[in-house]
């Protein structure tokens, strides 16, 4: 028989990629961690580990225990599930992560609803991009991500979670002065030669921004990079650049900036909330989902 808690060792270091990143995340050292794997390849009779420079990967045996983990981990939570809705009373801890436009548009009413409704559930909030969020929910930092997706750049989909569609958000140009009225390419074009405030490389907002403008038939000057959404409305509002901006930025309030809408089939992203297979049945995930859709339709 396997010890439960080395295959959660071992299936921790499949998804965060070195024995440092696991025992920061668990608050052991590396030696420990380290120790327990050599453990469970004792109790395996096989090699579980093998040298990749200096880091260690998975060996084909490993990944099918991790694959059974997985497995047992999602009976687990389905366990939790069932214990909790056998309770008249919600408590426990809740982690979510959000990206920055659904935590301040959707999130500060769904937690309202939740403390009216729920006052014993302890809801723990992180704002973090899903680039980042989403690994770390398939790791166990989270329970639920509120995440997004941009048209034209589908995000992969693991095996081992499960989304549900919460909305979509309309995506607009966003012009540091008003202009002429145009079609939505013209409009593009019409600011070719502005200076552009977008989201860091490597973030899935900035590869869908340089693809609408590159279609559109200009490279464009990004002079600005943020993850802050706010920080690229006030260099809008103050001239400085040109933006895509969602309308959830402006949480129901009237926008601030010239707006213009965008061509056919990228004029909206994919708002979603992600849990781990096996998760969606929990009350605690089935009521915050509810409280964000309750949020999304309130004034």
């Known amino acids: 028989m396997f010890d439960l808690h080395r295959l959660r060792l071992l299936r921790e270091l499949k998804h965060r990629g070195t024995l440092a990143a696991v025992a920061a995340a668990l608050s052991y050292s590396p030696s420990t961690v380290s120790q327990q794997l050599s453990l469970l390849e004792s109790e395996a009779g096989v090699p579980l580990l093998e040298p990749v420079g200096r880091r260690v990967r998975l060996t084909p045996q490993a990944e099918i225990l991790v694959a059974h983990t997985e497995a047992v981990l999602e009976r687990l939570e389905q366990a939790e599930a ?3 809705t056998s309770l008249t009373d919600l408590t426990g801890t809740l982690h979510v992560a959000s990206f920055q436009t659904a935590a301040l548009s959707l999130l500060p009413t769904a937690l309202t609803l939740l403390r009216d409704a729920h006052p014993r559930l302890r809801v723990q909030v992180t704002q973090m991009e899903p680039e980042r969020a989403l690994p770390a929910l398939l790791a166990r930092d989270f329970d639920l991500v509120i995440a997004e997706e941009y048209p034209g750049n589908p995000n ?3 095996a081992e979670l499960e989304q549900e569609d919460l909305r979509e958000d309309l995506l607009r140009l966003a012009q540091p002065q008003a202009a002429a009225p145009a079609g939505p390419r013209d409009a593009l074009r019409a600011l070719a030669d ?16 340089m693809t609408l403008c590159r279609n559109a038939g ?8 943020s993850t802050d959404i706010l920080f690229h409305v006030r260099l809008v509002e103050q001239g400085h650049a040109a933006a895509l901006l969602p309308d959830l930025v402006w949480c129901g309030r009237p926008p601030t900036v010239a707006l213009s809408p965008l061509p056919r089939g990228w004029q909206a992203r994919r708002i979603f909330t992600a849990v781990r297979r096996g998760r969606s049945g929990h009350p605690a995930v089935q009521v915050c989902r509810q409280a964000l859709r309750q949020a999304d339709h309130s004034p």
């Open 82 to 84: 069932d214990i909790a």
């Open 156 to 158: 992969t989909r693991p």
């Open 194 to 209: 502005q200076p552009w405030v977008m989201e860091p490389e490597g973030t899935a907002a900035r590869h869908w921004s």
């Open 218 to 225: 200009f490279e464009p000057d990004v002079r600005f990079e």
